[in-house]
């Protein structure tokens, strides 16, 4: 079975977190559609460079296939560091990124 992180980058207001956990949301349910076991969650303030930091971690401790996100834009400013993103993520660790919404 697959097993997957899910990353979420949070606002720091009460709508910010009504948002990270509605996304949290939709994130299991495609999981469950797609069989996939999630086994932790990162949730982050900042962006791309705070999640690598703690799929680092979690790497570290145990192995996990897919990190699930709700969407580039969400964690990177635009289309470049998305691909950096995505690439250091598949070349360094072996994971790879769903999401369930496109566009940078």
Do not use: H, W
Not at 35 to 62: M, N, P, S
Not at 82 to 95: A, G, M, Q, W
Request: glycine fraction near 6%; hydrophobic fraction near 40%.
């Amino acid at each position: 079975m697959e097993k997957a992180v899910i990353a979420l980058k949070v606002r720091n207001d009460k709508a910010g977190i009504k948002t990270a956990i509605y996304q949290a949301c939709q994130l299991c349910a495609q999981a469950l559609k797609s069989d996939i076991q999630v086994v932790e969650c990162i949730v982050t303030f900042g962006g791309a460079k705070d999640i690598l930091r703690e799929v680092k971690t979690l790497d570290a401790k145990g192995r996990f296939d897919t990190l699930l996100i709700y969407s580039p834009s969400q964690i990177c400013k635009d289309g470049i560091e998305y691909l950096e993103f995505e690439n250091f993520l598949t070349e360094c660790f072996k994971i790879r990124i769903r999401y369930l919404r496109s566009g940078v």
